[in-house]
């Protein structure tokens, strides 16, 4: 079981480091653990999760072993500017782990391949590693006066085309109501150069706005001579479009 790896567990390392390698090696090097001939049941489900198919595993459960924060930078965004999204995840593996896709799924389903991560490179964590990924992208015309919210996180472990496991966040992209909103990365909240996982803000939703309009206003007028006096006023408004 993964839950063993959980560095809240206590377990010896060589436990849990050979826990991991069997699992590299069943995902990765697509090789079953040795079981004895004898256990022809264990070694049958063994080959079956060998066949081509996701392993589908609730990430929001493994708290400690692998976690994932999401923050919209901006409660609101114009549409004629560009959404920043950052997608920070934490790794607590005892040994390096390399994934291989970072999928982020949306109520808007024309955003779905906008906030995504297929180089390998920045998916490789060290032990008690984290790391934060920025995306931006541009709001739709269409649209404006709509909420844009994550619904889901997948980090792929293992080739898309074969057997692998995909780890989904949900529930636990749901802010703190306790937690007062702030950059991502505020100089108080980095110790040592590290930054405090537990100070990170989630933000999973942003809504997308009406644009300002581009116009110029000015105002031409002479004071009048005589109290009470009538005076003409001229406006001008220039399109800046």
């Not at 198919?53 to 609730?58: T, Y």
């Not at 080739?159 to 702030?182: A, C, E, M, V």
């Not at 001579?225 to 003409?232: C, F, I, N, P």
Request: glycine share 2%; net charge negative.
């Amino acid at each position: 079981s993964l839950e063993i790896l959980n560095p809240n567990i206590q377990l010896s390392s060589q436990i849990k480091n050979q826990t991991q390698t069997n699992l590299e090696n069943l995902i990765i090097k697509n090789l079953a653990p040795q079981v004895e001939t004898t256990v022809s049941s264990n070694d049958d489900k063994w080959k079956a999760l060998l066949n081509k198919q996701p392993i589908v595993i609730d990430a929001d459960t493994f708290k400690g072993l692998l976690e994932c924060k999401v923050y919209f930078t901006h409660d609101a965004v114009s549409v004629d500017c560009d959404i920043t999204l950052q997608v920070a995840l934490k790794n607590g593996f005892p040994l390096p782990i390399e994934f291989d896709q970072l999928l982020v799924y949306f109520n808007l389903k024309e955003y779905d391949d906008l906030a995504n991560v297929t180089d390998v490179e920045k998916l490789k964590f060290s032990p008690n590693e984290q790391r934060i990924l920025t995306f931006n992208f541009t709001p739709r015309g269409d649209h404006v006066q709509r909420t844009l919210e994550i619904t889901s996180v997948s980090l792929i472990y293992g080739k898309i085309n074969q057997t692998h496991i995909d780890f989904q966040w949900r529930t636990s992209l749901q802010p703190n109501p306790s937690f007062q909103q702030g950059p991502l990365t505020p100089k108080w909240q980095i110790k040592a150069g590290h930054i405090l996982w537990e100070n990170l803000p989630i933000r999973r939703k942003t809504n997308v706005i009406m644009r300002a309009a581009e116009v110029q206003l000015t105002v031409e007028h002479q004071l009048p001579v005589l109290l009470y006096e009538s005076y003409s006023i001229k406006i001008h408004i220039k399109n800046c479009e």
